[in-house]
C-alpha cells in the first residue's frame, strides 16, 4: 500500500503540491486538513477516543472524526468518507469554517493544518472502526469546554485548539 499524500497549501487554500503524509509531519509543512463534529438532537458532541496503537495521540479523545483530503476530493466528499470509514455512518455535512493551526505532538511530529471545520447531525449510533477509533461518547458543548480545562492531557493537542474555534463560532452564529 503506498502512503497516502497530503495535499500542500499556501495560506489562500491553493494547492502548491502534494507530500506523503508522514514527511508533511516531520517537516510541519502546511497542508489541507477536515474536522468534523457530529451532534445529536441533545445538542451533544459525538467524541472518540483514538485507537490504543494509533502511532501518535492514543487513546486520547478527540471531536467526531478529522483527516485529510485527497486531491481531486471537494471537503464536504472528504469529511463523509472519513466519517464512514472511521464511524460507520453517514450524514449530511456543512462547512463552517477554516482556520489555520499549528500543533507539535510529544512524539516530534507537527501539525500545520488549514482546517475546514464541518458539522453534520445524527442521533443514532456509530459502528466504530477499531483500527481507528477505540471508543466513542456523546457529551454536551460546555461540558467538553470545562472536561478540556479540568482534563487537558485527555484530549488531543489538535482538538483543544479546533474545539476552541467551533465553541467561538457557535457563540457568535445560530446553526
Known amino acids: 500500500m503506498t502512503e497516502e499524500k497530503v495535499i500542500l497549501v499556501n495560506e489562500k487554500d491553493e494547492q502548491i503540491g502534494l507530500m506523503p503524509k508522514l514527511e508533511a509531519h516531520e517537516k510541519a509543512v502546511l497542508h489541507r486538513a477536515f474536522s468534523v463534529f457530529v451532534l445529536n438532537s441533545n445538542n451533544e ?10 502511532y501518535h495521540s ?6 467526531t472524526c ?3 483530503q485527497r ?6 466528499q472528504a469529511g463523509t468518507r472519513r466519517l464512514y470509514e472511521e464511524m460507520g455512518f453517514t450524514t449530511d455535512l456543512k462547512e463552517l469554517f477554516h482556520f489555520i493551526y499549528k500543533a507539535p505532538f510529544d512524539n516530534g511530529l507537527t501539525e500545520h493544518e488549514l482546517d475546514h471545520v464541518m458539522i453534520g447531525y445524527y442521533d443514532g449510533e456509530p459502528k466504530i472502526n477499531s483500527d481507528e477509533v477505540e471508543s466513542w461518547k456523546w457529551m454536551a458543548i460546555d461540558a467538553v469546554k470545562t472536561d478540556i480545562e479540568k482534563n487537558p492531557d485527555s484530549y488531543t493537542v489538535w482538538f483543544k485548539i479546533i474545539f476552541d474555534e467551533f465553541y467561538h463560532y457557535l457563540e457568535e452564529h445560530k446553526l
Do not use: D, F, V
Open 58 to 63: 492514543p487513546l486520547l479523545w478527540t471531536n
Open 71 to 76: 486531491e481531486g476530493e471537494s471537503n464536504i
Open 66 to 68: 478529522c483527516s485529510h
Open 45 to 54: 458532541i459525538m467524541l472518540q477516543q483514538r485507537a490504543h496503537h494509533k
